[in-house]
């Protein structure tokens, strides 16, 4: 079966630091890519990064936002996002995302994923 779980989520105060995990079972992470995404309250669900770890390459959906950096590790089968200097505008549920058929990272909407974690909460606030 199938299953993306993410971690690591939680309270923290402007400027704060977050790294959040993405667990994979059932499958191997390196033969997909990898996407995170955040869902602000009453937004849509918006690309943060696509991770490829078989070849580790990574595409941001915004390279402008330079405060989250993805990484991966394949022996625990996780994927990685940190972000830095966090924003109150930063707060949304973050997910990932696997996506089966894409041959590279680029920038995929929610739409060409195929499985999807539970979400994990981040809440920026004083």
């Known amino acids: 079966q199938v299953q993306l779980v993410e971690s690591g989520g939680g309270l923290v105060q402007p400027g704060g630091s977050l790294r959040l995990s993405c667990t994979a079972s059932?499958?191997?992470?390196?033969?997909?890519?990898i996407g995170w995404f955040g869902q602000a309250p009453g937004q849509e669900r918006e690309a943060v990064s696509c991770f490829s770890v078989g070849d580790n390459s990574i595409y941001y959906a915004n390279p402008l936002k330079g405060r989250f950096t993805t990484s991966g590790d394949r022996a625990k089968n996780t994927v990685y996002l940190q972000s830095n200097n966090l924003t109150p505008e930063d707060t949304a549920v973050y997910y990932c995302?696997?996506?089966?058929?894409?041959?590279?990272?680029?920038?995929?909407?929610?739409?060409?994923?195929?499985?999807w974690g539970q979400g994990t909460q981040v809440t920026v606030s004083s």
């Open positions: 995302a696997a996506a089966t058929t894409l041959p590279f990272c680029s920038d995929y909407g929610p739409n060409d994923y195929d499985y």
């Open positions: 059932g499958f191997t992470l390196a033969d997909y890519r």
